[in-house]
Nanobody, 126 residues
Framework: QIDLVESGGGSVQAGSSLTLSCAFS??????MAWFRQAPGQEREAIAG????????YYSDSMKGRVTITRDTSGRTLTLRIDKVQRDDTATYFC?????????????????????WGRGTQVTVNQ
């Protein structure tokens, strides 16, 4: 069992940058990801990270505006969003999984991940 806790949400001005963090209670998950969910919408994958190597994964809709990183301790996952827009208003979740076979082809599915944080709310003001 591993606990995930997101932080860094709040109200931000459109056009600014935002950094969200996810703290893991222990090191270990081999694949991690950030998702977001707006009211009435499905949960959407934004970025993924696999400890087994290779570059991070980014959704087409967010590529170029987001950066996902993991610190050297392996216990903090960070998401930076540049030039935030009103459409970025959502609850942001981090997710983790130990079993990551074929992760490149399934990282965008919420069903891939066993462990989830409770989310952090981001509201973008014009």
């Amino acid at each position: 069992q591993i606990d995930l806790v997101e932080s860094g949400g709040g109200s931000v001005q459109a056009g600014s940058s935002l950094t969200l963090s996810c703290a893991f209670s222990q090191r270990g998950p081999n694949c991690m990801a950030w998702f977001r969910q707006a009211p009435g919408q499905e949960r959407e994958a934004i970025a993924g990270f696999y400890t087994g190597g290779g570059p991070p994964y980014y959704s087409d809709s967010m590529k170029g505006r987001v950066t996902i990183t993991r610190d050297t301790s392996g216990r903090t996952l960070t998401l930076r969003i540049d030039k935030v827009q009103r459409d970025d208003t959502a609850t942001y979740f981090c997710a983790a999984e130990y079993l990551c076979a074929n992760i490149q082809s399934r990282w965008t599915s919420p069903h891939t991940y066993t462990f989830w944080g409770r989310g952090t709310q981001v509201t973008v003001n014009q």
